[in-house]
């Protein structure tokens, strides 16, 4: 197939080859910043007459009737063109004639990839942040709801304190929160616009780089040329968020796989997010959570790829780039359906506030506050520890809790035990003792969602 990059070669190559070197297949999603680059760069070159107005005008027109057949429909992308970039020019030709060939002047398909790349992640990112922002107002809904609900908190996966499954569900909610921030950042860095870099060096054609950067919507120029158009920080970057995001979600997910087991029964899953067993009929599988904590892998995967196209490349373009954006895309893609899974998910989830109060009372989690009680009696910490672990023992031993040993048994290890420890203990008011910022008492709880909703609304 002959190129239109022929010219110094017969811009022939081999069949294989041709479609080795093809990327339409990815790049074409990024047809609307394509046109929407060429429409801005024509204005550019009609503004600093390097283009006559008649032909400008007519480029501008043939590109928008483009833009609109191929959201209609009337017009396919041809898969057999080597990218989007080259099948638009070639059809904006075919329509208009010569004039479109006028359209490429004072750029290159280097600033050019550039340019849609950022704008397109643009548009990605922003609807990934409205996604887990999404996820957040149901995770906050429920964390006021269950503010009270008291469960065992846990490290190494042993049961520690008493929580309430509120500051549970918001320890997440601090975690998207960050996530967003990430994008966020990340956006605002890539948000420079490439276009006017050309190939490497700039052109020798007098442009307005920031006349077409602000048709655009950017904040600012890329200032090096040579960086302009041979790093892609910017996709490394949001490819480090969405593997962050990505952890946090899977993270999520395993406790979900926990939560909803026999052996836990804290919460039941809905049947839409769930699957059966071939063989067991029994079984109610946490399929969807599992896949979202398969996925993580293959963000991992995307992020890893695309450092390591990188990490050898002397300036400036180089073809490697062009597998910049598959993984990039694909966890944007990933992301985006994990977090509609999630989200659907928790909402649709009952919590067994029951089985979590069980569970709080036969794991001793109220020991701590038992060694506090001494303490406020004036034992030291050291020793007030000891003799809690003593009377933990002898209630494993003898298959009691703290709550039901009688008071003779607890003066047996120090007479500083009255009657009064007994409201020191109950998980309710233990809880709710922990009144300190950002602990897990019903009031923290609901300052804390009452905080997240305004960072919501920043967002918004």
Known sequence: MAQRWAGRTDGITDSVADDFNSSIRIDSQMFREDISGSIAHAAMLKKQGILPPVAADHITEGLRGILQDLESGDLTIDPQAEDIHMFVEQVLTERIGAEGKMLHTARSRNDQVALDTRMYLRRLSADLIRKTVSLIEVLNAAAEKYSDTVMPGYTHLQRAQPVVFGQHLLAYEMMFLRDIGRLQDAAKRMNMSPIGACALAGTTYDTDREYEAELLGFDGLA?????????????????????????????????????????????????????????????KNPDMAELIRGKTGRVYGDLMSLLTVMKGIPLAYNKDMQEDKEPVFDAFDTAAVCLDVLKGMLATMKVNEAEMLKASRQGFINATDLADYLVRKGMPFRSAYQISGKIVHACIEEGQVLESLPLETYRQYSELFEEDLYDAIDLKKAVNSRRSQGGTSRQSVIEQTVWVREQVLKIK
């Open 223 to 283: 200032l090096n040329s040579m960086d302009a158009v041979s790093d892609r920080d910017f996709c490394l970057e949001m490819l480090s968020a969405l593997a962050i995001l990505m952890m946090h979600m899977s993270r999520f997910a395993e406790e979900i796989i926990l939560w909803s087991s026999w052996e836990f029964r804290f919460v039941e899953l809905s049947d839409a997010y769930t699957t059966g067993s071939s063989i067991m009929p029994q079984k």
